[in-house]
């Protein structure tokens, strides 16, 4: 008893002034004022999205405090507040949502610490808006992150002056109805690593300049739009890239070799596009490469001149429908992470490498609508471990051996037995 009532009081004499310190740290900041420009900026800027129908002042007297606002975030400059994220659309059930007239207003541009500007699913297409062309210059210094997402009334072209924003670190415009031609100015975001313009109506070619400007890019993503042209071997100059996403354009002529360099590159998609002239030789040297999908492109030329050992992390491969010819070679059987092989609806020829059945990984195997021929070798552990994502129909010279498929169990669909 008297080693515990000593004690008692040693520790309050220790721990006190941290508590009290700690307590003087939190109130600081938990008091810390706004500037009156500030906080009126920030409900004009609101107002004009959101409509007047709520009173701001009288709801949120202290949106960087105790009333804060769902989607608005501040930090501390200087012992002031400021405004630094805003974030609006249904994404939570308290979140601001636009009303049917929302615009943009210059209040939007007078927070000068704004670092994240986000719209979900805020213009709709009964009232159509676009992004602002002027003004950018004022968050030139602040703006790290700009996203318009499912915008459906978001129309017009993606404004040049957005190229003013230096610091820019992604730039996300999914999924509106922009149009026009990505502007050249976009390049001179030099430390942007994310760039999404993907399911819009934008047309044109894909500037070559994005390649020799943004070396710190880590996506590009212009999938689903109206690109026209071939696809610039600048691109080869992005050294930091790691998913690269054409697909869905009307791109055409070769792969250039200069995309070989990409040694970083996990995901490669230039599906759905005008693309031919065979598997460029430069591609077997993305060893990081994951994802390789080059499916309903008229590709043309032989499967079998490419080093597929090389793409040792491959995962998916998706090559359908891109008239390739030659046979099915046997060095695709040593990628041990492949899980997904579609080469069906093409012009291979031959017969089915058994190893196939010996790839560790592999759940999917498309061989249908081919020239293939000969016995399939294949276990019934293997048609049963694959069902119904292993095809090899309309292949009409090749069959199954019915000594491998068990009584009671069904044969490969669409395939005969050999004779």
Same mark, same amino acid.
């Given at each position: $008893? ?29 008091? +810390? =004022? $706004? ?18 129908? &709520? ?44 009303? +049917? ?10 927070? %000068? ?21 002027? +003004? ?12 318009? @997402? ?9 404004? +040049? ?24 100015? &976009? ?26 400007? $943004? %070396? ?42 200069? &995309? ?56 998916? $491969?998706? &090559? ?64 049963? @471990? ?24 069904? =044969? ?8």
């Amino acid at each position: $008893m008297i080693m515990r009532r000593s004690f008692v009081p040693q520790v309050l004499l220790l721990v006190l002034p941290l508590v009290l310190f700690n307590g003087f740290c939190k109130s600081d900041v938990l008091t +810390a =004022p $706004m500037h009156k420009e500030e906080l009126q900026a920030l409900y004009l800027a609101i107002q004009g999205f959101i409509g007047n129908s &709520l009173n701001l002042s009288q709801l949120y007297p202290d949106p960087c405090g105790w009333t804060p606002i769902q989607g608005v975030s501040c930090d501390v400059f200087n012992e002031f507040w400021y405004i630094t994220d805003i974030n609006i659309g249904p994404v939570f059930d308290n979140s601001l949502v636009c009303t +049917a007239h929302s615009s943009f207003t210059p209040y939007l541009f007078e927070l %000068k610490h704004l670092r994240t500007l986000s719209f979900f699913n805020c213009f709709s297409s009964h009232q159509p808006a676009k992004i602002p062309s002027n +003004a950018w210059e004022q968050l030139s210094e602040s703006l790290e992150t700009l996203e318009f @997402r499912s915008n459906q009334g978001l129309r017009g072209g993606i404004p +040049a002056t957005l190229g003013q924003l230096r610091n820019l670190r992604s730039l996300v415009l999914v999924e509106n109805s922009l149009t026009g031609e990505i502007p050249q100015e &976009l390049c001179n975001l030099v430390h942007l690593k994310r760039l999404s313009l993907s399911s819009n109506a934008l047309s044109g070619r894909v500037p070559a300049s994005l390649g020799y400007n $943004m %070396k710190e890019l880590l996506i590009l993503d212009l999938s689903r739009n109206s690109l026209t042209g071939s696809i610039p071997s600048s691109l080869g100059s992005m050294v930091s890239l790691l998913k690269l996403d054409l697909s869905s354009n009307h791109l055409y002529g070769m792969i250039p070799l200069e &995309l070989g360099k990409l040694g970083s590159l996990t995901l490669l998609d230039i599906r759905n596009n005008n693309i031919s002239g065979g598997l460029t030789q430069s591609l077997q040297c993305m060893a990081s490469l994951q994802d390789m999908l080059i499916s309903n492109n008229p590709l043309g030329g032989s499967i079998m001149e490419f080093g597929w050992q090389n793409l040792r992390n491959l995962v998916n $491969m998706d &090559l359908a429908y891109n008239s390739l010819t030659g046979e099915i070679p046997e060095s695709m059987t040593s990628l041990k992470r492949l899980r997904y092989i579609a080469l069906d609806n093409n012009k291979i020829r031959g017969s089915v490498p058994a190893k196939l059945a010996s790839m560790p990984s592999l759940k999917a195997l498309y061989l249908n609508g081919n020239n293939l021929t000969g016995c399939l070798l294949f276990s019934q552990e293997f048609y049963e @471990r694959l069902g119904r994502r292993f095809a090899a129909w309309n292949n009409p010279h090749l069959c199954y051996s019915v000594g491998v498929v068990a009584k009671g169990h069904a =044969p490969p669909t669409g395939v005969d037995q050999c004779e």
